[in-house]
């Protein structure tokens, strides 16, 4: 473990600094051009938690903005689960490929306008070959048009807590208007396997088989590393090699998430080394949260298949005003870095397109949030609606923000089982200071979960957002 945070600090203690700078300039409001990035290690992150209780095991530049390259399927493959879910759609219901998704750059299948694809099969085949025509099928026929399902992708994120996160399209290729952070990656991740979990079982798919042709699986921590159970790899350019992965051992569950990797190689050893250094430091009293129910049986290629009356709903989305993300330091933007792509794209690649390079202006620290497990799953939880927020504390130590908010949490999970709980940061004096606050209230909720934290000695204000 030791070696290999050695190299990574060496690797990245120049972007560092410059990320660091970012920030100092964005505290005072100062707009600023972001430099192009011009290598994948200026855009590392990595993140380790804990999926029993929510506890933050390893964070690096976790809250950054980033590109989620082929990461962006993770939430594409939740929609089609929640459509499945909701009987919208089901597992055999063929999908109509349209001119635009033939057109889509590699990686891809290479299915043709007028045929289809099974539900099943674009699941596997999103997995596995990281097909990013499959994916504008899957949104076109999902959400009627690519824009209509990633403004979808950007509501559903915001609803499950990825506050740094925005969608442009389904398959992560290059977009200076879609970015994610490793925090929230993590925090999808556990969400897919909550809600989903006799879906999660397909992250595991080791091989898709379409029109004769063989794809295995990208994430090779499958079947290498004891407890790796699934996620998902990306890459593109601007984003260097992400990765995405779930580990169990031992009555223990984590999710880690690394960005930026120099290489899928140096990736895949820095993740492995993370998975096994965290996964003895997670909490073993708890319950696992989820338990993969068994998948289909793939079934035999069905390229052709006349669309159905069962087929996709198309279902109207209205357009999304997305409004500006708070996060620290400037949009890691594009510009240059697709000069630098190798003639062949690396086999977990999202597409070769470059991306336009893009004047970001660095904007004030964020709000950050925490995503907690459940342990408090036998409590009722309120449900939560509103603009008002309830602060339980500032602090001049993040953990120890953290840390208050999974004890108010545990001290009242009626009022705040379903509460966002998430930190900002605020200047005072010249200290910084985190505020532990959760979101999601009217103003009467607000006041009744304040009154509920006083009575176990907790300070508490409620506010309007």
Same mark, same amino acid.
């Given at each position: ?255 880690? &998430? $690394?960005?930026? +990797?120099? %290489?899928? #190689?140096?990736?895949? *050893?820095?993740? /492995? ?95 950050? &949030? $925490?995503?907690? +497990?459940? %342990?408090? #799953?036998?409590?009722? *939880?309120?449900? /939560? ?81």
């Amino acid at each position: 473990m030791i070696g290999v945070l050695r190299q990574f600090r060496k690797n990245f203690s120049s972007s560092f600094g410059r990320l660091a700078r970012g920030v100092a300039l964005a505290s005072v409001g100062i707009a600023v051009l972001a430099a192009p990035p011009a290598k994948a290690e200026d855009r590392y992150a990595a993140f380790v938690i804990d999926a029993s209780n929510g506890n933050i095991l390893f964070s690096r530049y976790a809250d950054d903005k980033r590109y989620p390259a082929s990461l962006t399927k993770i939430l594409t493959l939740y929609l089609v689960f929640e459509d499945l879910d909701a009987g919208k759609i089901r597992l055999d219901t063929p999908l109509k490929a349209s001119q635009n998704a033939a057109n889509q750059a590699p990686s891809k299948i290479g299915i043709r306008p007028g045929e289809t694809i099974t539900v099943d099969q674009a699941i596997r085949a999103l997995v596995t070959k990281s097909a990013n025509d499959v994916a504008v099928v899957v949104a076109e026929n999902l959400g009627g048009s690519v824009s209509n399902f990633a403004a979808r992708m950007t509501q559903t994120a915001r609803s499950i807590g990825m506050r740094g996160s925005n969608f442009r399209n389904p398959h992560g290729l290059p977009d200076s208007g879609q970015y994610t952070t490793a925090h929230d990656m993590a925090t999808l991740a556990i969400q897919t396997m909550r809600r989903f979990p006799q879906y999660y079982g397909y992250f595991q798919t080791k091989s898709f088989t379409w029109k004769g042709a063989t794809y295995g699986n990208h994430n090779k921590l499958l079947g290498r590393v004891a407890g790796v159970d699934g996620m998902k790899t990306g890459y593109i350019s601007a984003s260097g090699f992400n990765l995405v992965s779930s580990m169990r051992r031992d009555g223990r569950h984590i999710v880690g &998430v $690394v960005m930026g +990797g120099r %290489t899928g #190689a140096t990736r895949d *050893a820095h993740m /492995q080394d993370l998975l096994e250094t965290y996964i003895k430091k997670a909490a073993t009293s708890g319950a696992m949260m989820f338990a993969n129910a068994p998948l289909p049986p793939s079934r035999p290629d069905q390229a052709s298949l006349p669309v159905r009356t069962s087929a996709a709903q198309i279902i109207p989305v209205p357009k999304l005003v997305v409004p500006s993300i708070r996060v620290p330091g400037t949009l890691v933007t594009a510009g240059a870095a697709g000069k630098s792509l190798p003639l062949e794209a690396p086999s977990d690649t999202t597409g070769s397109v470059a991306p336009p390079a893009v004047a970001a202006a660095a904007t004030p620290v964020p709000a950050q &949030v $925490v995503e907690q +497990g459940d %342990t408090n #799953a036998a409590a009722p *939880a309120t449900v /939560q609606n509103g603009d008002w927020v309830i602060q339980v504390g500032a602090f001049n130590n993040e953990q120890l923000a953290y840390a208050t908010l999974q004890k108010a949490r545990a001290r009242a999970p009626g009022m705040l089982g379903s509460a966002t709980a998430f930190t900002e940061t605020t200047s005072k004096g010249g200290e910084t200071l985190w505020r532990a606050r959760f979101a999601g209230f009217d103003q009467n909720t607000a006041y009744t979960a304040c009154a509920e934290l006083k009575q176990h000695a907790f300070g508490c204000f409620p506010a309007r957002n």
